[in-house]
């Protein structure tokens, strides 16, 4: 996978969070911010999804009585 450069503004109190975790993990800025977005992201995805499955049609209990022929 190719990979880009981006820019990003954050406040000064994030930047001292972010280079700490970077030390105690020996891992660079760039590791940290791109495995955090990707992590944000599944999690919306995963989100998504539940709120979808919490969208769709569901049985009542009758209806389910009746399909299972009890």
Known sequence: MSKR???ATV???LLKR???VA?????????LISTAIEAY???LEDLR???G???EDRLTP?????SLGV
């Not at 030390?23 to 590791?31: A, C, D, V």
């Not at 009758?62 to 009746?66: F, H, P, Q, S």
Request: glycine share 0%; hydrophobic share 30%; net charge negative.
């Open 53 to 55: 499955r919490l969208d």
């Open 62 to 66: 009758e209806a389910m009585r009746k």
């Open 49 to 51: 999804v539940a709120k």
């Open 11 to 13: 406040d000064e109190e």
């Open 18 to 20: 972010l280079d700490a």
């Open 23 to 31: 030390k105690e993990t020996e891992r660079n800025r760039s590791w």
């Open 5 to 7: 450069n981006i820019s």
């Open 41 to 43: 992201l599944e999690e």
